[in-house]
Every structure is written in structure tokens, then in C-alpha cells.
């Protein structure tokens, strides 16, 4: 008999929290979760922005997409992140970061892969490979 139920189990996913960089299994259709390691609150939603945000920071252990039209001036943590508008501020995605051809960043790049079309604009440091450790 198994300890956990297999529709917990189906329907559960792992991700990696954004502030202690441990990994936490969540439910699939969660929107928010508090990281059992560290006690911060988790943001696991999809954001796709469309015109211009300011915020100081946005933060989400999900996928961000800046669409064409899309400007945002603030610190992005996201798992992927893809760009076609703009971004003003530092960047740090655990997974991929997708930069098309119209996009524009200003800022500082993090990310584990990065892909860019020609006629993008970067102004800024950039790291590539290697995620931040994991911690168990």
C-alpha cells in the first residue's frame, strides 16, 4: 500500500523555491504554497504581460512571458522566462530564458540557457549554465 495517494501523486509536480533554492513537491494546481524548508511563501503562477508593469519585483517559481507590447520595469525571478517587449531591470530564471527579435533588456542576465534572435537588444552582465545549488 503506498504512503501517498496516487492522485496526490499524479497530480503533484516539483519545484524549486525561490528564496532557499530547496525543492518542494506541490500540487499541480496550486497557485501559492508555503516552502516547508524556509517558511516563504511560493508564487507557482504563469504570468504573461501584455503592457507596461512596475513593480519592484516579480517573483514566481512559474513561466513569465513579456509579449510584444509587454514593458516591465522591475527584478524578475521566474523558472522560464520568455521576452519580446521589454524589460528594464535584473533577470534570474532557473530554467530557459527565450529572447526574441524584438525584445529590448536592460539589466543583468541569470539563467541556465539562453536563446536569442538576431536584432534583440542587450544591455547588461550576463551569466549562463549552471543553476544555483540545490539544497535537500
Known amino acids: 500500500m503506498p504512503l501517498v495517494s496516487t492522485e496526490y501523486a499524479s497530480g503533484s509536480k516539483t519545484v524549486v523555491c525561490t528564496h532557499c533554492h530547496s525543492e ?7 497557485m501559492s504554497v508555503f516552502c516547508p524548508h524556509c517558511r516563504k511563501r511560493l508564487i507557482l503562477e504563469d504570468y504573461a504581460i501584455k503592457n507596461y508593469t512596475s513593480v519592484r519585483e516579480l517573483v514566481t517559481c512559474g513561466d513569465v512571458v513579456v509579449e510584444k507590447r509587454g514593458h516591465v520595469r522591475a527584478r524578475i525571478k521566474a523558472g522560464n522566462l520568455t521576452v519580446r517587449g521589454k524589460i528594464q531591470g535584473d533577470v534570474t530564471a532557473r530554467g530557459s530564458v527565450k529572447i526574441g527579435k524584438t525584445a529590448h533588456l536592460i539589466g543583468d542576465l541569470e539563467a541556465s540557457v539562453l536563446e536569442i534572435e538576431g536584432g534583440a537588444v542587450l544591455q547588461g552582465f550576463l551569466r549562463i549554465g549552471g543553476a544555483p545549488p540545490v539544497k535537500n
Do not use: E, M, S
Open 24 to 30: 518542494c513537491k506541490v500540487a499541480r494546481r496550486a
